[in-house]
């Protein structure tokens, strides 16, 4: 090439024509050239680009410059850098005053960091997919109690016929999950296995760490997470091993290993522990029938080229809706086919029932909250940084009478005292971040057990913190130094002017930190309160001396049985299809005049003896073999929903099959509390069709003979894990999750306590040490504490009354509201859950005004006159 | 010594400057630095040098010809003054005046 033609790229020349100075250009620019050229010959071009760029970088030196020569001139420079001594040591001058200041808004600030963290963490859940635009999960809608509702599962025939039929859709991948016991020689577990279309990898996001991806296409192979690899293999790569899948009893069937995918994005709701070829149905399931309109697959997904392309699929849907309308019973009609796309699909998750990206979905309610919170704890801090301001500027009157006399305007005075809030707010962001990284997520994740994936170098945090900074100062510094900045010169100087001891607005801050800080420890005591009242509300069954276990088939189940039913310690034993706690289905009964959804459970007649479920009337099903099959017992929330006057005899149809009440039981909680009860029935099992036994023993033999079932077990079943354990374990996360909820609570509460009570000390010290001389006059003139006590105390406590007032009355409306928001069942919010935020308030004022009169009634009133 | 204050980098282009004579422009000076000191050096700590030492009065600097190579821009030639080569001999025998007096130190440390 010839290096004639070459020629530097322009953008680092203008660049350097602007930074350098002047009576250097010609020369260096020359050199640059120069060895522009030399690299141009000697590499590629590109490098020679690269390196100049570089190299004009590195020219950034201050004696090469010129702009430093401008700066330099310019007198704001000498100005910033005296505020920034000032607002130095003016923080030095009063340390607590400062202390205040710095640790109320980083507080603020750290759970601003937490919120972000939070935040991005919920928007980027399933976000990494690479085509989250193009794939789309099939829903369809039906009429269910009236209502129509979103539901996330498909017709198991519909994936493959939209793949053969509609030229749009460029793949399919359909999704069902299953149980299984996963075999590598000493390690059994029980996992659930992801079935699904060899697309799946194409469409989804999970690049492979070993093996590949293609090879789900067979129907021997089997794609592993990280976890899963590291639980069976360690760190060795497994790939080329095989794993034995234990599908059912007798049925399994050996896997090799053919990948092993990289671990997942923190923020996902969809992804596998295990994935095999959807064609293993056949051999795990014989009687799996793919093209049977009334079954479903627990999830079909498209991929389209053209986001507009959907329009002309939905229209062409209407002849699947035919189909499966024509398939199913009347109860099952759908009224359309819906896509929601992946992008929003976890977003969305909560509207669409049996989705399968359900998780987390509060999560966006829980952003909600931690907006407000944070808002909330941030105006504390800023009241505080506002409150101690005005009172400190009665100290700084003279400073700004000199700065003003000699010519310094109103408006420079505003810049200085926003610069000093800068300054503040700065050291505030530093130990903000410090704290909501080191303290809040850490906790935070510690708690829930999960990871947000918070880190420091992503870029949208480096915007958002220089925001929630501007915010801020402004916020904070705003007010004060318009206030101070007010006043006139000769009124200052001659000494006429004063102020900062009854600033109204001081007064109302004050007020509405006071009134935060009920409403934020009334939460809090709430929350507590509910735990120990929820630890003793009734499940409305007997949990305590109850055990389940999951069992295989019917023949498990018996030979179980067999061994139980010797044990003396043994009250009950009862077979079912479904458990409290553990599973339901759902079913639609029909009346004449309308149809009904509710929960079903399958059940032998032992059931209700062994759960110790409250018959109201009627009777329990009849021991029998066969016998009725077409009687149901149903709960009270049920028959209190269709008003029944006696539900004994009632009649209606499920799936054109009759049947009648013959019972009713107390309404019970089928699961946590934290979701409403449901209208349930209960029927007779089959006695194939038995998945659990549940145990009723003697008080206070349940720990020991839940060893001896897992010890019997063992000699049954030796290839099969035990799963199952004491009813009352099936609530421990529901419990952890609420004392989490608590902890949480009381956190935040006592930030906001703590934020407004150090305000409250720092504004009463500030006011006594302002009024020391009056105070020392009354000493002399023989007032004694009491007196001086009585006149601090009857400011403040009247502002207290007012705060409380509002207070009080705004956090029972608030706790009212949250708890019947979040919670289905929780204690009776009522006016006094506020009294004891009332009792906490009044005793931090107390002890606040009694430190600063024990202060004053120690000090030497002729001290006090002396000064100045 | 305090007056004619010379860091080690600096001290090094000043000899380099001495050594290239007439030849000394930026891009030369680089280059021959580069090639003993077998390392990489950008433009931009030459130049400081350069202009740090042209302000000690160590350097004196005018305008050469302009090439093609360069773009038509001149080189800018530099030459040591006097006082230059004064403080770079100062350098040399005070460094000399040490390692001579160094064996002799070693020695007397080893005997005590």
Redesign the interface.
């Known amino acids: 090439m010839e290096p004639r033609l070459l020629h530097p790229p322009k953008w680092p020349l203008k660049f350097l024509r602007f930074f350098l100075k002047t009576d250097y250009l010609e020369e260096i620019e020359g050199d640059m050239e120069e060895i522009f050229r030399e690299n141009a010959e000697r590499f590629s071009v590109r490098k020679a680009n690269r390196l100049y760029t570089w190299e004009m970088i590195k020219l950034l030196r201050p004696n090469l410059v010129r702009n430093l020569e401008l700066l330099q001139t310019m007198n704001e420079l000498p100005m910033f850098s005296n505020y920034f001594k000032v607002s130095i040591r003016g923080l030095m001058k009063n340390p607590l005053n400062s202390f205040i200041n710095i640790f109320g808004l980083s507080a603020a600030i750290g759970i601003c960091v937490f919120a972000y963290a939070f935040t991005r963490w919920t928007y980027s859940t399933d976000q990494f997919h690479e085509h989250k635009q193009e794939v789309y999960l099939v829903t369809f809608f039906a009429n269910r109690d009236g209502a129509a509702q979103q539901f996330g599962r498909t017709p198991r025939p519909l994936g493959e016929m939209l793949r053969n039929d509609l030229a749009h859709i460029k793949k399919v991948c359909r999704v069902e999950d299953r149980n299984v016991v996963m075999k590598y020689e000493d390690n059994v577990f029980h996992e659930r296995v992801r079935y699904t279309d060899p697309e799946f990898l194409e469409m989804f996001t999970f690049p492979l760490k070993w093996g590949t991806s293609k090879s789900l296409a067979d129907v021997n192979s089997i794609i592993l997470s990280e976890d899963m690899s590291v639980k069976y293999f360690g760190e060795a790569n497994p790939v080329g091993l095989d794993i034995q899948v234990v599908f059912g009893k007798g049925r399994s069937k050996s896997f090799k290993i053919s990948g092993v995918a990289k671990e997942f994005p923190k923020a996902r709701t969809i992804s596998f522990d295990f994935l095999i070829n959807l064609e293993n149905l056949r051999t795990s399931e014989p009687g799996y029938d793919m093209h049977d309109w009334n079954a479903f697959v627990d999830a079909t997904f498209i991929e389209i080229d053209q986001p507009s392309d959907l329009k002309d699929i939905e229209q062409g849907m209407d002849k699947y809706k035919k189909l499966q309308n024509e398939a199913v019973q009347q109860d099952w009609a759908l009224s359309s086919f819906g896509f929601e796309p992946l992008a929003t699909l976890h977003e969305r998750s909560e509207y669409i029932r049996d989705d399968i990206s359900r998780s987390s979905s509060s999560n966006y309610k829980t952003i909600m909250f931690m907006v407000i919170i944070a808002i909330f704890i941030l105006a504390l801090a800023c009241f505080n940084y506002i409150n101690i301001a005005i009172a400190t500027a009665a100290k700084r009157l003279k400073e700004i009478g000199v700065r003003k006399s000699i010519g310094a305007t109103r408006r420079v005075v505003i810049v200085q005292f926003l610069t000093e809030n800068i300054v503040v707010t700065c050291f505030a962001l530093i130990f903000g971040l410090f704290l909501g990284y080191a303290f809040f997520i850490p906790g935070f994740e510690g708690l829930w057990h999960f990871s947000m994936g918070f880190t420091l170098n992503d870029p949208a945090l480096w915007i958002y913190l220089p925001a929630v900074l501007l915010l801020t100062s402004l916020a904070s510094g705003i007010y004060p130094a318009f206030y101070i900045s007010r006043f006139q010169v000769v009124g200052i100087l001659k000494g006429s002017v004063k102020f900062g001891q009854k600033n109204p607005l001081t007064r109302i801050f004050l007020g509405m930190q006071l009134a935060l800080g009920c409403i934020f420890i009334t939460i809090a005591t709430t929350f507590t309160q509910n735990n120990s009242y929820m630890a003793t509300r009734s499940w409305g069954y007997n949990q305590a001396e109850t055990l389940y276990a999951n069992v295989p088939d019917h023949d498990a189940y018996e030979e179980l049985n067999a061994l139980l039913s010797r044990d003396p310690d043994v009250i009950s034993v009862s077979g079912s299809t479904h458990h409290l706690g553990k599973s339901h289905t759902t079913a639609v009964l029909h009346f004449p005049e309308r149809e009904y959804e509710v929960d079903q459970l399958s059940v032998d007649a032992n059931y209700f003896e062994t759960m110790g479920l409250h018959l109201t009337q009627g009777r329990v099903f009849n021991p029998h073999e066969g016998s009725d099959k077409q009687a149901v017992i149903v709960n009270e929330l049920l028959v209190k929903n269709l008003a029944w006057e006696s539900a004994i005899g009632q009649h209606f149809s499920i799936d054109s099959v009759q049947y009648e009440v013959v019972g009713v039981v107390k309404d019970f909680h089928s699961y946590s509390f934290a979701k409403p009860l449901r209208p349930t029935i209960f029927r007779v099992t089959d006695r194939n069709e038995y998945r659990y036994l549940s145990l009723r023993v003697r008080p206070g033999t349940e720990i020991k003979t839940l060893k001896e079932v897992q010890a019997k077990w063992i000699q049954l079943f030796p290839e099969i894990p035990f799963e199952g354990g004491l009813q009352e374990d099936t609530w421990t996360g529901y419990f952890e999750s609420m004392r989490i909820f608590d902890i949480v609570w009381l956190v935040f509460s006592f930030i906001a306590v703590s934020l407004a009570s150090l305000g409250l000390y720092g504004l009463i010290t500030l006011n006594v040490a302002g009024r020391v001389k009056e105070f020392s006059v009354r000493k002399v003139l023989g007032a004694g504490t009491r007196d001086i006590a009585l006149n601090i105390t009857r400011q403040y406590l009247v502002l207290l009354t007012v705060a409380l007032l509002i207070g009080a009355p705004a956090g029972y409306l608030i706790t009212k509201s949250l708890f019947d928001f979040a919670f289905p069942y929780h204690i009776p919010v009522n006016l006094f859950s506020a009294s004891g935020a009332v009792v906490i308030l009044v005793l931090i004022l107390l002890l606040t005004v009694y430190s600063q009169i024990r202060r004053i009634s120690k000090s030497n009133p002729v001290n006090g006159l002396k000064v100045e | 010594m305090k007056k004619t204050k010379l860091g080690e980098f600096e001290e090094l282009v000043l000899l380099t400057v001495a050594t290239l004579q007439g030849d000394a422009?930026?891009?030369e000076i680089?280059r021959e630095l580069e090639s003993r000191l077998k390392e990489r050096l950008?433009?931009?700590?030459i130049?400081?040098a350069l202009?740090?030492m042209e302000d000690k009065g160590f350097l004196t600097s005018q305008?050469g010809e302009?090439t093609?190579?360069?773009?038509g821009?001149?080189?800018?030639i530099y030459a040591t003054t006097s006082h230059g080569r004064r403080v770079l001999e100062e350098m040399r025998d005070i460094r000399a005046s040490l390692w001579k007096a160094m064996p002799n130190l070693a020695q007397s440390l080893n005997v005590v």
Do not use: A, D, H, L
């Not at chain 2, 821009?73 to 800018?76: F, L, N, S, V």
């Open positions: 422009y930026g891009v680089k950008s433009v931009g700590s130049q400081s202009k740090r305008f302009p093609q190579k360069r773009g821009k001149r080189k800018r």
